[in-house]
Nanobody, 122 residues
Framework: QVQLVESGGGLVQPGGTLRLSCTAS????????MYWYREAPGKTRDLVAS???????WYLDSVKDRFTISRDNAKKTVSLEMNSLKPEDTAVYYC????????????????WGQGTQVTVSS
């Protein structure tokens, strides 16, 4: 009933820039927090950045001042602008959102996107 579709991953050189986007669709009444996670090979899936409905943001220390999360509530999208990318940023990036379903359900749960690969390498 709800889908999160990501786009924008790829291969970039160290110091480069990528912009990830994620769009929610389906039977959605409202969206609360929206999040970007990443999972590198052999590591846990870690929260990278979050933004609430009122655009209050949080960042993982290692990406502060390099990444910017933003959202468009009307378009049901969340984006992650990634600048000054480093090889250690290489991972699969996932969006996640707290979504309240519309009628007849009216409950809230978290949904995941399918993930998009970001590779930082020369």
């Amino acid at each position: 009933q709800v889908q999160l579709v990501e786009s924008g991953g790829g291969l970039v050189q160290p110091g480069g820039t990528l912009r990830l986007s994620c769009t929610a669709s389906g039977n959605i009444l409202s969206i609360g927090g929206m999040y970007w996670y990443r999972e590198a090979p052999g590591k846990t899936r870690d929260l990278v950045a979050s933004i609430d409905y009122d655009h209050k943001t949080w960042y993982l220390d290692s990406v502060k001042d390099r990444f910017t999360i933003s959202r468009d509530n009307a378009k049901k999208t969340v984006s992650l602008e990634m600048n000054s990318l480093k090889p250690e940023d290489t991972a699969v990036y996932y969006c996640n959102a707290d979504i309240t379903l519309g009628r007849p359900h009216y409950y809230t749960q978290g949904y995941w996107g399918q993930g998009t690969q970001v590779t930082v390498s020369s």
